[in-house]
């Protein structure tokens, strides 16, 4: 079931690609982050406020339980930094490699007091697949000029923030629940992302005056981010970090290249490919695990 929460999760972001795409366009990139942070955390609050969720622990926890939300802005402002400086395949590849290293990582050491996952034989078919589909994705990475190569540092470093904050709001979970973690996270985001869109160039804060978009369903990008934090706090305690970080990249691809298709925009052959074999590793991996712990459970003759 986790394994499967983790590819919804995935196909949620996948999703929202569409609805932040167009509200950047009507509002601007950091405006629209604003926004974006704003309705997740009105969602969340609604929502903890109907299942009487209590929002703060009893508890007195370390600050950096609550960090999880400064981290989430980071892949987002890296991303946008890289975009046209190099492709969007290469940025999708660069990311999940940062995203890759730093899951492994995290499982061998089970940093930020997260449960080990031992390095298993049978992860070395996900991670030979896994970084195939990353090598066939750079393909498409173009330019070494100084702009290029900053923007492949900092979007691989997005990915490791994505371990990051992910595992940081899976610690928070244990103390208070999926969806009041989901509100403090986008909560701390929100004041450091409006900061940015006070202080960026060519950003002002005349949007709030602005008519909203006919298309009301542009706004709703922030719940959708709300419910994949919500899903990724119930699956990240529970599988291994490495193996959530596939199952996410798959989800968010394959429902990226459905709205391709649905809306006949582009269409990246290089992104699909390298998405298939990624995901050929990940389900051959939970089938050749899946028989391994039948066969232990099974009685001895």
């Known amino acids: 079931m986790y394994n499967f929460l983790a590819l919804i999760s995935g196909a949620v972001i996948g999703s929202m690609i569409l609805l932040n795409g167009e509200l950047a366009q009507y509002y601007g990139m950091y405006n629209a982050t604003v926004i974006f942070h704003a309705v997740a955390v009105v969602f969340t609050f609604i929502i903890c406020k109907i299942g009487k969720k209590k929002i703060l622990p009893s508890e007195k926890l370390?600050?950096?339980f609550y960090l999880g939300g400064i981290f989430m802005v980071f892949p987002t402002l890296f991303e946008n930094f890289a975009f046209g400086k190099i492709s969007m395949t290469s940025i999708m590849a660069l990311s999940l490699f940062g995203q890759t290293v730093c899951s492994l990582l995290f499982d061998r050491f089970g940093w930020l007091g997260m449960e080990r996952h031992p390095f298993k034989k049978t992860s070395l078919i996900g991670i030979v697949f896994s970084l195939t589909g990353i090598g066939i994705m750079l393909t498409d990475l173009r330019g070494t000029?100084?702009?290029?190569?900053?923007?492949?540092v900092l979007v691989f470093l997005s990915g490791a923030a994505i371990v990051v904050y992910r595992t940081i709001n899976a610690r928070l979970t244990e103390r208070i629940g999926s969806m009041p973690t989901s509100l403090i996270s986008h909560f701390v985001g929100l004041p450091f992302i409006l900061l940015l869109a006070l202080i960026?160039?060519?950003?002002?804060?005349?949007?709030?005056?602005?008519?909203?978009?006919?298309?009301?369903?542009?706004?709703?990008?922030?719940?959708?981010g709300a419910?994949?934090?919500?899903l990724m706090n119930i699956t990240v305690p529970k599988i291994?970090?490495?193996?959530?970080?596939?199952?996410?990249?798959?989800?968010?691809v394959f429902v990226g290249i459905l709205l391709d298709l649905?809306?006949?925009?582009?269409?990246?052959?290089?992104?699909?490919?390298?998405?298939?074999?990624?995901?050929?590793?990940?389900?051959?991996?939970?089938?050749?695990?899946?028989?391994?712990?039948?066969?232990?459970?099974?009685?001895?003759?």
């Open 262 to 301: 649905i809306l006949e925009s582009s269409f990246s052959p290089i992104t699909f490919y390298g998405g298939l074999i990624i995901a050929a590793g990940i389900f051959l991996n939970i089938i050749i695990e899946h028989y391994q712990e039948r066969r232990k459970a099974m009685p001895a003759a």
């Open 200 to 224: 960026m160039p060519g950003t002002s804060i005349k949007w709030l005056a602005a008519v909203p978009s006919a298309n009301f369903w542009i706004y709703l990008g922030g719940v959708g």
């Open 62 to 64: 370390p600050l950096w």
């Open 145 to 152: 000029d100084n702009p290029a190569i900053l923007a492949i």
């Open 240 to 252: 291994s970090s490495f193996r959530q970080t596939l199952l996410n990249f798959v989800g968010k």
């Open 227 to 230: 419910m994949a934090v919500f």
